[in-house]
């Protein structure tokens, strides 16, 4: 009986130790200990019961500590909980997930650091230094104060290239440079009559300059003059002895045509520049003044003409849902007294305006964010200026994790210049967008992947801008001033049966294809 006792004990005893240690591996600290504690009351030095109990308090002070670490995580105590976590990775190297804690700790106070100093440089005007910071945070986190740090980089980049261009005394070969800058800030901000304004200006001075080089002294003349229309003392006025030398040559070619009264129209514009005593123009219209003398015409009777009655002008449509307007064109127009949203068939027949309402603005807004969004809604794709990007660039962001991350990728990979207004086609095979690569603002396609791209729309200075692909995706509306007005245009996605959809006097731009 003694003898059979003893097999008992020392089988209960084994019996203990199995279960403290199952009990132990499996997490279940609880009864691990009362395991172990029953074990050593029966054998006090019991050495696997004693490494248990051991192992038992050294696995509680761990999960103390990685709780109040994820507490002051999520509490924003970021150097605390960087603390607490390291000393976990002392203890018990991946325990608590702690690396991946301490990397992205890691990660947000970089991000608050970089904006700290982003928001001091921007202060102060330092806008390179500021554009640097701020781009270095959009590239680690898209996301991070995503609308306040557009808006800086709007301002920074507009700021930047006013000063370019505003410099005393001026400095005409920086223009190219203003231009990026302006380009920037427009693929932030589309619509921004400042920035639009300003990136006019620069194409027009360059692209006067190279007319003026290449002896084309017609466009000179009309690119250079329009700056002058619209702002005489541009870069202070140095580009005036170019306008004044292009007026006569100008003039002087349709002499030579005997187009005497163009010629003297020339001469006439050059004699009223700000060019010190004009003497050659002058005299050029002293020259040609008598071959302007017309053959007299007799005067025909006016015959008296009815008054018309006037055409009532027609009210806006109440407000309507533009995302029920499917297959047709939303867009802006500037029309006197009719200014606000209009829409259109896809053949530019049966227009209507709907009106001024900031309701309308708003589910515009709505409307021109979902074209950016793949058809199944997982992916995003938008602008933005990389570490090694010479310029914003066209990206796609996948859905965003727990951890604040998601999978990106760089669409215009072998572009170097600025590229903006990307949407996305309802089919999800490609993505049209707007880019300076070939030197004036044109309409790319490209695959997501990004290969395949191709510009569908070449000019050599002129803008075409805010595609929106049809719901069959197989054409894309935008808007051009290629006539000098803004006007919608219709192409196909072969680059081919370019229409124009817009036949008025005022500015028509920035079309929705309705899906």
């Not at 947000?108 to 500021?130: H, I, K, M, P």
């Not at 554009?131 to 995503?146: F, G, H, L, P």
């Not at 802006?332 to 209507?352: H, S």
Request: hydrophobic share 35%.
């Amino acid at each position: 009986v003694p003898f059979l006792a003893q097999v008992q004990e020392q089988q209960r005893i084994s019996r203990l130790a199995a279960e403290g240690k199952a009990f132990l591996n499996a997490g279940r600290l609880d009864e691990a200990q009362a395991r172990y504690e029953e074990l050593l009351a029966r054998v006090p030095d019991h050495p696997e019961a004693l490494a248990g109990i051991q192992q038992i308090q050294r696995q509680r002070e761990l999960a103390a500590l990685c709780q109040e670490a994820v507490t002051r995580y999520k509490a924003g105590d970021l150097a605390k909980a960087r603390e607490l976590f390291t000393e976990l990775t002392f203890r018990s190297s991946g325990y608590c997930d702690a690396n991946r804690y301490i990397a992205e700790i890691n990660r947000q106070l970089t991000l608050t650091d970089l904006w700290n100093e982003a928001e001091a440089l921007y202060q102060s005007g330092d806008f390179q230094g500021a554009v640097q910071r701020y781009e270095q945070i959009k590239a680690m986190d898209v996301n991070y104060q995503r609308d306040l740090i557009a808006a800086r980089l709007y301002d920074c980049y507009f700021q930047l290239g006013k000063a370019l261009v505003e410099k005393d005394p001026p400095a005409p070969g920086m223009v190219p440079m203003a231009l990026e800058y302006f380009g920037q800030a427009l693929a932030l901000r589309p619509r921004d009559p400042q920035a639009t304004l300003e990136q006019r200006l620069a194409s027009l001075y360059l692209a006067g300059q190279q007319a003026y080089l290449e002896g084309r002294w017609d466009a000179a003349a009309d690119a250079l003059g329009t700056i002058y229309a619209q702002r005489p003392n541009y870069l202070h006025g140095a580009y005036i002895e170019m306008l004044y030398d292009a007026y006569i040559r100008s003039g002087d070619q349709h002499r030579d045509q005997q187009d005497y009264h163009y010629a003297w129209e020339q001469y006439q514009k050059a004699s009223m520049l700000p060019v010190g005593e004009p003497v050659v123009a002058r005299a050029r219209m002293e020259a040609v003044q008598p071959m302007l003398t017309p053959t007299p015409t007799p005067t025909a009777t006016g015959t008296p003409t009815p008054v018309p009655t006037p055409t009532p002008i027609p009210s806006p449509t109440p407000t309507v849902v533009l995302a029920t307007l499917h297959n047709k064109i939303v867009f802006w127009a500037d029309k006197a007294e009719q200014t606000g949203f209009w829409m259109m068939n896809p053949d530019g027949t049966g227009r209507r305006y709907l009106g001024n309402d900031p309701k309308l603005r708003k589910q515009f807004d709505e409307l021109w964010e979902s074209e950016r969004r793949s058809p199944d809604g997982r992916f995003r794709v938008y602008v933005t200026k990389d570490k090694g990007d010479p310029a914003p660039m066209i990206y796609i962001q996948g859905e965003v994790d727990q951890w604040g991350k998601a999978p990106t990728w760089k669409v215009t990979k072998d572009f170097t210049k600025v590229s903006y207004d990307p949407v996305w086609a309802p089919d999800g095979s490609r993505i049209a967008f707007v880019s300076q690569q070939r030197t004036s603002d044109d309409i790319w396609i490209i695959y997501p992947d990004g290969s395949d791209p191709r510009n569908l729309t070449p000019n050599d200075w002129e803008w075409d801008k805010h595609p929106s692909w049809s719901p069959d995706s197989t054409r894309i509306v935008f808007w051009s001033n290629r006539t000098g007005v803004k006007q919608i245009y219709i192409i196909d996605v072969n680059g081919q049966n370019l229409r124009r959809l817009s036949e008025t006097t005022w500015d028509e731009y920035d079309p929705i294809w309705v899906k």
